[in-house]
Protein backbone atom coordinates (compact mmCIF):
# COMPACT_ATOMS: atom_id res chain seq x y z
CA UNK A 1 0.00 0.00 0.00
CA UNK A 2 1.53 3.46 -1.08
CA UNK A 3 1.03 5.89 1.51
CA UNK A 4 -2.41 8.21 1.06
CA UNK A 5 -1.78 11.42 0.51
CA UNK A 6 -4.08 14.07 2.49
CA UNK A 7 -4.74 17.58 1.89
CA UNK A 8 -7.28 19.82 4.43
CA UNK A 9 -9.44 21.87 1.53
CA UNK A 10 -8.92 25.20 0.74
CA UNK A 11 -10.27 27.44 4.23
CA UNK A 12 -12.26 29.70 1.31
CA UNK A 13 -13.38 26.88 -0.95
CA UNK A 14 -17.21 26.68 -2.13
CA UNK A 15 -19.54 24.61 0.37
CA UNK A 16 -19.55 21.25 -2.66
CA UNK A 17 -15.60 21.41 -2.50
CA UNK A 18 -15.56 21.57 1.74
CA UNK A 19 -17.60 18.93 2.00
CA UNK A 20 -16.07 16.83 -0.82
CA UNK A 21 -12.53 17.94 0.41
CA UNK A 22 -13.22 17.44 4.27
CA UNK A 23 -14.97 13.49 3.46
CA UNK A 24 -11.83 13.04 1.58
CA UNK A 25 -9.53 14.23 4.27
CA UNK A 26 -11.16 11.96 6.81
CA UNK A 27 -10.83 8.61 4.48
CA UNK A 28 -7.18 9.24 3.86
CA UNK A 29 -6.49 9.34 7.52
CA UNK A 30 -8.10 5.98 7.59
CA UNK A 31 -6.04 5.08 5.18
CA UNK A 32 -3.17 6.46 6.59
CA UNK A 33 -3.85 4.86 10.15
CA UNK A 34 -3.38 1.22 8.34
CA UNK A 35 -0.83 2.61 6.62
CA UNK A 36 2.75 0.21 6.97
CA UNK A 37 0.41 -2.83 9.05
CA UNK A 38 0.60 -6.40 8.49
CA UNK A 39 -2.76 -8.17 7.70
CA UNK A 40 -2.02 -9.62 11.36
CA UNK A 41 -1.93 -6.13 12.77
CA UNK A 42 -4.64 -4.86 11.01
CA UNK A 43 -7.10 -7.51 12.55
CA UNK A 44 -5.90 -7.01 16.12
CA UNK A 45 -8.34 -6.23 18.64
CA UNK A 46 -6.02 -4.62 21.18
CA UNK A 47 -8.58 -2.09 23.39
CA UNK A 48 -10.61 -5.60 24.64
CA UNK A 49 -13.66 -6.21 25.71
CA UNK A 50 -14.00 -4.11 22.34
CA UNK A 51 -13.77 -6.35 18.85
CA UNK A 52 -12.71 -3.12 17.11
CA UNK A 53 -9.79 -3.47 14.67
CA UNK A 54 -8.28 -1.28 11.75
CA UNK A 55 -9.56 -3.71 8.95
CA UNK A 56 -12.85 -3.70 10.65
CA UNK A 57 -13.40 -0.51 10.88
CA UNK A 58 -12.56 -0.27 7.20
CA UNK A 59 -15.33 -2.88 6.59
CA UNK A 60 -17.43 -1.00 8.57
CA UNK A 61 -16.84 2.19 6.59
CA UNK A 62 -17.23 0.46 3.34
CA UNK A 63 -21.03 -0.90 4.64
CA UNK A 64 -21.62 3.21 5.73
CA UNK A 65 -20.63 4.15 2.36
CA UNK A 66 -22.29 1.79 0.29
CA UNK A 67 -25.20 2.58 2.83
CA UNK A 68 -25.56 6.28 2.80
CA UNK A 69 -24.97 6.98 -1.14
CA UNK A 70 -25.69 3.33 -2.67
CA UNK A 71 -29.10 2.76 -0.81
CA UNK A 72 -30.06 5.66 0.44
CA UNK A 73 -29.36 8.42 -2.17
CA UNK A 74 -29.57 6.31 -4.87
CA UNK A 75 -32.09 4.04 -4.02
CA UNK A 76 -29.67 0.73 -5.29
CA UNK A 77 -30.27 -1.86 -3.69
CA UNK A 78 -26.81 -4.00 -3.22
CA UNK A 79 -26.51 -6.81 -0.65
CA UNK A 80 -24.06 -6.20 2.29
CA UNK A 81 -20.25 -6.72 1.99
CA UNK A 82 -19.57 -8.10 5.54
CA UNK A 83 -22.56 -8.50 7.59
CA UNK A 84 -26.42 -10.69 7.09
CA UNK A 85 -29.29 -10.97 9.37
CA UNK A 86 -27.20 -13.54 10.86
CA UNK A 87 -24.22 -11.63 11.86
CA UNK A 88 -25.29 -8.23 12.31
CA UNK A 89 -21.42 -6.71 13.34
CA UNK A 90 -19.76 -9.03 10.67
CA UNK A 91 -17.89 -6.21 9.34
CA UNK A 92 -15.80 -6.68 12.72
CA UNK A 93 -15.52 -10.16 13.00
CA UNK A 94 -12.66 -11.28 11.32
CA UNK A 95 -10.84 -14.48 10.49
CA UNK A 96 -7.29 -14.88 9.78
CA UNK A 97 -7.79 -14.91 6.01
CA UNK A 98 -9.81 -11.68 5.94
CA UNK A 99 -6.98 -9.74 3.63
CA UNK A 100 -6.30 -6.02 3.88
CA UNK A 101 -5.91 -6.31 -0.15
CA UNK A 102 -9.68 -7.66 -0.07
CA UNK A 103 -10.59 -4.75 2.42
CA UNK A 104 -9.11 -2.14 0.85
CA UNK A 105 -10.04 -2.83 -2.43
CA UNK A 106 -13.64 -3.11 -1.84
CA UNK A 107 -13.27 0.06 0.20
CA UNK A 108 -11.60 2.33 -2.61
CA UNK A 109 -14.79 0.87 -4.75
CA UNK A 110 -16.94 1.97 -2.77
CA UNK A 111 -15.84 5.36 -1.96
CA UNK A 112 -15.81 5.29 -5.96
CA UNK A 113 -19.39 4.11 -6.37
CA UNK A 114 -19.99 6.97 -3.39
CA UNK A 115 -18.80 9.38 -5.34
CA UNK A 116 -20.05 8.52 -8.98
CA UNK A 117 -23.66 9.42 -6.92
CA UNK A 118 -23.12 12.17 -5.45
CA UNK A 119 -20.97 14.30 -8.40
CA UNK A 120 -24.28 14.49 -10.45
CA UNK A 121 -26.70 15.63 -7.78
CA UNK A 122 -27.17 19.02 -5.86
CA UNK A 123 -26.21 19.14 -2.24
CA UNK A 124 -29.88 19.96 -1.96
CA UNK A 125 -31.14 16.85 -3.50
CA UNK A 126 -32.96 14.25 -1.33
CA UNK A 127 -32.16 11.08 -0.87
CA UNK A 128 -34.48 8.26 -2.55
CA UNK A 129 -35.11 6.10 0.49
CA UNK A 130 -36.95 8.00 3.70
CA UNK A 131 -35.20 7.34 7.07
CA UNK A 132 -36.86 4.24 8.86
CA UNK A 133 -37.25 5.94 12.22
CA UNK A 134 -38.90 9.00 11.22
CA UNK A 135 -39.93 8.87 7.81
CA UNK A 136 -37.93 11.47 7.09
CA UNK A 137 -35.99 12.08 3.67
CA UNK A 138 -32.04 13.48 3.88
CA UNK A 139 -30.46 16.24 1.52
CA UNK A 140 -27.03 15.40 -0.03
CA UNK A 141 -25.62 18.38 2.23
CA UNK A 142 -26.91 16.10 5.09
CA UNK A 143 -25.32 12.72 3.55
CA UNK A 144 -21.86 14.29 3.68
CA UNK A 145 -22.41 15.54 7.22
CA UNK A 146 -23.37 12.39 8.51
CA UNK A 147 -20.58 10.90 6.43
CA UNK A 148 -17.47 13.39 7.96
CA UNK A 149 -18.84 12.60 11.79
CA UNK A 150 -18.68 8.97 10.95
CA UNK A 151 -15.40 8.75 9.41
CA UNK A 152 -14.01 11.41 12.31
CA UNK A 153 -15.58 9.45 15.08
CA UNK A 154 -14.35 6.28 13.64
CA UNK A 155 -10.92 7.94 12.98
CA UNK A 156 -10.64 8.60 16.93
CA UNK A 157 -11.17 4.94 17.51
CA UNK A 158 -8.48 4.14 15.21
CA UNK A 159 -6.18 6.60 16.47
CA UNK A 160 -6.38 4.69 19.76
CA UNK A 161 -6.42 0.98 17.81
CA UNK A 162 -2.61 1.79 15.81
CA UNK A 163 -1.14 3.39 19.21
CA UNK A 164 -2.28 0.35 20.59
CA UNK A 165 -0.90 -2.14 18.06
CA UNK A 166 2.75 -0.21 17.39
CA UNK A 167 2.98 3.46 19.38
CA UNK A 168 2.54 5.56 16.58
CA UNK A 169 0.66 8.76 16.99
CA UNK A 170 -0.37 11.70 14.99
CA UNK A 171 -2.79 13.21 13.10
Same mark, same amino acid.
Given at each position: +? #? #??????????????? +?????????RA? *????????????????? *???????? +??????????ERHWFAVVMAGEEPSPVYYSDED????FHLTENDTWAEAEATWQAEIARSRKVAEPRSLDELTVRKDGRTGELF? *????? #?? +?????????????????????? #???
Open positions: +M #T #TPERNEPHPSADERA +MLDGWLDYHT *LALKCAGLSDEQLRQTP *LAPSALSL +MGLVRHLTEVPDGES *LRWVY #TH +MIEEYARHNGHADLIREQIDGA #TGE
